[in-house]
């Protein structure tokens, strides 16, 4: 079955970046709303960043202007591209995604990375 891999995660200072990557293994049709979310320790998990299979974006207001959602041209592998980051910022991050497969609808079923931990220190 199709599977999400993350990677990327890390520790930084306050102000830092990272990237954070999201690959899709397996069999599958064609990706859709590609996701990102995080949770800290005790929070419920909140959405960060989507991009659409028609290539539009949408931002969680904590985060435009910062962070930045994209995907690579084999559109097996999508991204979240975050600068200036802050204490606030740390948490769990998940990427997750609508995928097309041989044993799905049309509109996909909906897949989770393991999830990678951000730090910022402060």
């Known amino acids: 079955q199709v599977q999400l891999v993350q990677s990327g995660g890390g520790l930084v200072q306050t102000g830092g970046s990272l990237r954070l990557s999201c690959e899709a293994s397996?069999?599958?049709?064609?990706?859709?709303?590609r996701t990102w979310y995080r949770q800290a320790p005790g929070n419920q998990r909140e959405f960060v960043a989507a991009?659409?299979?028609?290539?539009?974006?949408n931002y969680a207001d904590s985060v435009k202007g910062r962070f930045s959602i994209s995907r690579d041209s084999a559109k097996d592998t999508f991204y979240l591209q975050m600068d200036s980051l802050k204490p606030e910022d740390t948490a769990v991050y998940y990427c997750?995604?609508?995928?097309?497969?041989?044993?799905?609808?049309?509109?996909?079923?909906?897949?989770w990375g393991q999830g990678t931990q951000v730090t910022v220190s402060s």
């Open positions: 397996g069999t599958f049709f064609s990706i859709k709303a």
């Open positions: 991009l659409s299979s028609g290539g539009g974006t």
């Open positions: 997750s995604a609508q995928i097309v497969t041989i044993g799905s609808t049309s509109a996909g079923l909906q897949y």
